[in-house]
C-alpha cells in the first residue's frame, strides 16, 4: 500500500518561498511508470494542479505557475518537494500530493493522496 504524506510550514509570509515535502512509503518514487503530483485546492475553489516529477527526475509544470515553481526529489529518503516562490496570499490553499500512473495533468488522474496540507499565506 503506497503512503504518501506531506510536511511543510502551516504560514508563510507574502513574498517568500514555500516549500513543503512528500514522503512516500510502500513504493520507491523511481519505479518506472509513477508520476508524483503536487496539487492545491484554494478555499472555495476547484482543484488545481501545480506539476509532477517523473520517475526518471523529469518535471513538468503548470503553464500559470511555471514562473514560480520547482519540484525537485531526494531519491535516498523517497521524498519530493515543492518550491513556490513569492507567494502572495492567492497561493493559500490545502496542498496535496499524489501518485499517478501516466503523465496526466487532472488531479482526477491520481490514484494515491497524501491527506493535504493547509498552506496559509499571510504576514
Known amino acids: 500500500q503506497v503512503q504518501l504524506q506531506e510536511l511543510g510550514p502551516g504560514l508563510v509570509k507574502p513574498s517568500q518561498t514555500l516549500t513543503l515535502t512528500c514522503t512516500v512509503s510502500?513504493?520507491?518514487?523511481?519505479?518506472?511508470?509513477?508520476?508524483w503530483s503536487w496539487i492545491r485546492q484554494p478555499p472555495g475553489k476547484e482543484m488545481e494542479w501545480i506539476g509532477y516529477?517523473?520517475?526518471?527526475?523529469?518535471?513538468h509544470y503548470s503553464p500559470s505557475l511555471k514562473s514560480r515553481t520547482s519540484i525537485s526529489r531526494d531519491t535516498s529518503k523517497n521524498q519530493f518537494t515543492l518550491q513556490l516562490s513569492s507567494v502572495t496570499p492567492e497561493d493559500t490553499a490545502v496542498y496535496y500530493c499524489c501518485r499517478a500512473l501516466r503523465p496526466v495533468e487532472r488531479p482526477q488522474d491520481c490514484d494515491y493522496w497524501g491527506q493535504g496540507t493547509q498552506v496559509t499565506v499571510s504576514s
Open positions: 516529477i517523473a520517475y526518471t527526475g523529469s518535471t
Open positions: 510502500g513504493g520507491s518514487i523511481t519505479t518506472m511508470f509513477r508520476y
